[in-house]
């Protein structure tokens, strides 16, 4: 499991394949970089930070205890990460391009709570897309699964994926944008320390993305480094991405997927509802059928 783990490990961006939808958005994110790289040119001289990647991170009202400390723990992964306060309004989502831009980020991962119970996650390029609205599901954070690893906080991390992101064009976009998001922090960034010590962990099983973190631990440090003793510690947190729909835009635009297999989590709530309705539905029926039977079939009276 430990190699399988090291065989796919990616330590930058790769290509996306070649297919119509993913050349039209990924000449997009390519057009930003080239006019970053242009920029960071001119102010070579200067020592500019412009061609560092900035993720922010900011969430609506209404988030729960556990939905605040995956949000804290996203904070404690992600050097290269800013915090924003809440959002009051969840419809106009296109907020997040202008705070975004304002604090000098490139890209955004917004935490959109509804009915105090469901958490959406919304990854995005700012200002001009991709973006894709995941449903989280599986939450388990650090504090709460209470796991043996750890590893420096502001190190950088090893991205490994499953070799079924590069079987579809959606999930090849996916793989881009989790690594310029999850896998930004440079050396450059004045937050991220130069050592790598963990592996972020995306899998892609039952059409849901499984993210993982794990700790590299080493044999001995003294001596020389053994990379066949070299094992993997769960660190934490845990939580599962369903995808519903990736836009061209960013919070906005074209609709390039669309999960079919996605239910609502309302429905399944409905469903269930239905399922107890049906059980009362029952005993009201029963009761009116002995009401009916003791009509029918009177006792005769006590002679005492």
Known sequence: HVQSFFSIIEFGRTGVGDW????HVMSM?????????????????????????????????????RHRHLFQDLLQLLPNCKKENKLDTKREKEVVNEIAELKGCTSSILFEVRKRMDLYMW???????PSV?????????????????????????????????????????????????FGSSTKKHQKTKPFIDHVFSFTYADDRIWFRNYQIVLDDERKKTNFDKMQLVEVGPRFVLNPIKMFSGSF???????????????VIRAEQKKGKSARYTQKVKAKKRRKMHESNNMRAPDEF
């Open 29 to 65: 994110i390519d057009s930003k970089d080239e006019r970053k790289g242009g920029e960071l040119d001119l102010h070579k001289d200067k020592g500019s930070r412009k061609d560092v990647e900035k993720v922010l991170l900011l969430c609506t009202r209404g988030v729960t205890y």
């Open 133 to 181: 609205k995941f449903h989280v599901q599986n939450i388990h954070t650090m504090a709460e699964l209470k796991l043996t690893g750890n590893h420096l906080k502001g190190s950088r991390a090893i991205l490994s994926f499953h070799g079924a992101f590069d079987d579809q064009p959606h999930l090849q976009l996916l793989k881009e944008m989790l690594c310029q998001i």
């Open 123 to 129: 990854m995005a390029k700012t200002p001009n897309g």
């Open 252 to 266: 906005k635009g074209k609709v390039l997927y669309e999960n079919p297999s996605y239910v609502s989590p309302n």
């Open 20 to 23: 119509s939808i993913g050349e």
